[in-house]
């Protein structure tokens, strides 16, 4: 992306360093916080809370990535984006435990699946009302309809029984006093991997620049000759695909599922994105973890139950606050 | 494929239709609110089951804990979900239209665990019984007047004629120089501004007053089930009233009479659908259908049933 403008703190007063460099104040404000957390409850417990933190952050950042993507490109919130990771999830559990191939294979099937709902709604759907120059709320409303389809229409199949794929959730491993499963670091690595990944592609490669060029004007994209069509099926197809990823990783990693998996998922993952930047993969990334530990830290100081609605609360405030994103430059927002 | 049987056995009895009349009634006045501000002021506000649910827990605990009269504790939870729509609407106006509407859904949201909880308030998934004592007497008074042995008539006729009241005044409202204020905002928001008007000020009347109709279906939803428990307040709710909002047509209030009749008697005749589907499927069927209104509607009608094209098309 464009290289940042780096503003020097003027007058060396703290509030307008503040002002000129928000993320360095929000970050440092942040790290104050762990300090301050790690001094009073001791490095143990704030150890393992973070290692919570970290791979819930990881859960977040993986299920956002797609509904960044797609926002970016084709100005969309997609509210059916978490029923696309919950139907991820029973996707692999159908070839896992129904027909009994290996995991890993049926999250291989979870992502092509997912993929080829996201081009057969890009086709039936979107692409029609995206000729209509249908505005802002419609689309919302039917991504909204569409959530409720997906969600409703797998528990009229599959029921609302718990389900869980055949993976190994108890085996952990402990590294200086710190405990964390084998199967939640595995999705870490992916989840670190698969967004550098995308970070990589959208800044290096042609498809790439292309989504990038359609992010920021689609007509001027158009009329300059790409084939906005094209990279829209390929945004769909990488954005499925990331949710049928993120289903299956997750109902692997937290072991039991229902088909509210991705609806009560959703919002969080909206928190994510927005925390860490619309439209940015490395945003969303930095945005889940940020996520994960702001709601796994809060437990060391409220009780864990609440920890849902302080991530949702951090949502609000980020969204008045710094609606671009932590680091996100400022425009019209 | 033979076509679904219908039995019609139960379709003739009249507690069956009270019951969806009186939900119809419930969700109409919930709309409201949500017409007001999606189609008169133009703001998308995804929270409103979030003031519904502030309304019926407010009128509830003051009841339960706080030992207030009933009737008092009405007008008291309507404010205090007024209060609520000021404190979302305050910081969260300014922003652009998609994210107020993610700002409103996760202030709904954090209520709703609030309500799970704040146990000591809120008894959280274990619910709140007993408030309606003071409502039960007036109930069957009026039971007694017209001689009728359907329990919950009494609830269907103040909540229609609450329903028509409000949808009156609504009416009447739109037609002030207030409310045309509002739909200058909707329409262009920087000339309302160049004429003088203080949009964000009309955004958040806007609001405060959806909050209040919102809070009027909250109590009256907590007496038609006389029992309330946080997981009646999810935002399906909102949506379901999103759908009912689109079917009747946006800019018109009048609408809403039609739109929420049509909804609440599609969703309650699956019931007399003879599928072979369990109890929890039937449920699901509902929303999918709720969905499938949704989407039909966004793709073939985006006025809504009786909407005018010309008033409102729904734009960015």
Do not use: C
């Not at chain 1, 999830?89 to 092509?112: D, K």
């Not at chain 1, 299956?248 to 925390?275: E, K, R």
């Amino acid at each position: 992306m464009r290289a940042r403008v780096t503003l020097g703190a003027q007058g060396g007063r703290l509030r307008r360093a503040a002002r000129a460099r928000p993320a360095l104040a929000g970050v440092a404000f942040f790290v104050a916080l762990a300090v301050a957390l790690l001094i009073a409850k001791g490095p143990n417990v704030f150890g393992q809370t973070t290692v919570f933190g970290v791979v819930s952050g990881s859960y977040f950042a993986l299920g956002a990535v797609g509904l960044t993507l797609v926002y970016s490109v084709l100005r969309l919130v997609n509210f059916a984006h978490g029923d696309f990771l919950t139907f991820g999830a029973y996707m692999a559990f159908v070839i896992n435990v129904t027909v009994g191939v290996p995991l890993i294979f049926a999250i291989l099937f979870a992502i092509a699946t997912t993929a080829a709902v996201g081009v057969a709604l890009e086709l039936v759907m979107w692409r029609p009302m995206r000729a209509k120059g249908a505005g802002m709320l419609p689309l919302l409303l039917m991504s909204i309809g569409l959530a409720f389809v997906i969600r409703n229409g797998i528990q009229m199949v599959a029921g609302t029984a718990q389900r869980s794929l055949r993976v190994n959730d108890t085996s952990t491993i402990a590294f200086v006093g710190l405990r964390i499963g084998r199967t939640e670091l595995i999705v870490v690595a992916t989840s670190v991997a698969v967004l550098t990944s995308v970070g990589l592609m959208l800044r290096y490669t042609r498809l790439g620049k292309q989504m990038r060029a359609l992010a920021d004007n689609f007509e001027l994209a158009e009329a300059t000759g790409i084939d906005t069509n094209r990279i829209v099926l390929a945004t769909w197809i990488l954005a499925g695909g990331l949710a049928g990823l993120a289903g299956a990783m997750y109902a692997s990693a937290v072991g039991t599922f229902t088909p509210d998996l991705g609806f009560l998922l959703l919002l969080s993952l909206f928190a994510a994105v927005i925390l860490g930047g619309i439209g940015d993969a490395y945003g969303a990334l930095a945005g889940g973890f940020l996520l994960g530990l702001i709601q796994e830290w809060s437990t060391l100081l409220i009780d864990a139950r609440w920890k849902v609605a302080v991530g949702f609360a951090a949502l609000i405030v980020a969204l008045v606050l710094r609606p671009q994103g932590i680091f996100g430059r400022a425009r019209a927002v | 494929m033979t076509l679904a049987a219908i039995s019609f056995s139960a379709f003739g009895q009249p507690e069956f239709w009270i019951g969806v009349g009186v939900l119809a009634g419930i969700y109409g006045i919930f709309v409201l609110g949500l017409q007001l501000n999606v189609g008169f002021t133009g703001i998308i506000n995804f929270g409103q089951v979030g003031f519904m649910s502030v309304g019926a827990y407010a009128m509830a605990i003051l009841v339960l804990k706080a030992h207030w009269s009933f009737w008092l504790a009405l007008p008291a939870a309507t404010a205090i979900a007024v209060g609520a729509g000021l404190l979302i609407g305050l910081p969260s106006l300014r922003l652009r239209a998609d994210y107020f509407a993610i700002a409103t859904i996760a202030f709904a949201e954090i209520i709703r665990y609030v309500a799970e909880n704040a146990r000591g308030l809120t008894n959280g998934n274990i619910g709140l019984l007993g408030f309606d004592s003071s409502w039960v007497k007036v109930s069957s008074s009026i039971q007694g007047w017209l001689s009728t042995s359907e329990i919950q008539l009494p609830l269907l006729l103040v909540t229609w004629a609450l329903f028509g009241l409000l949808t009156v005044v609504m009416t009447r409202v739109q037609r002030t120089p207030w409310g045309r204020v509002l739909r200058a905002v909707r329409e262009d928001e920087d000339a309302a501004r160049a004429l003088g008007k203080n949009a964000f000020s009309y955004k958040l009347q806007s609001l405060a007053i959806a909050a209040a109709l919102g809070s009027v279906a909250g109590y009256l939803l907590a007496l038609d089930l006389a029992f309330l428990s946080p997981d009646q307040f999810d935002p399906s709710v909102t949506f379901t009233g999103y759908a009912v909002l689109i079917l009747g047509g946006l800019a018109s209030y009048v609408g809403i009479v039609a739109g929420t009749t049509i909804l609440w008697v599609l969703l309650e005749g699956t019931r007399f659908l003879n599928l072979p589907l369990s109890a929890a499927q039937i449920a699901a069927l509902r929303f999918v259908i709720v969905g499938l209104v949704l989407i039909g509607l966004m793709a073939f009608r985006p006025q809504g049933l009786f909407g005018r094209r010309e008033e409102m098309v729904l734009g960015g």
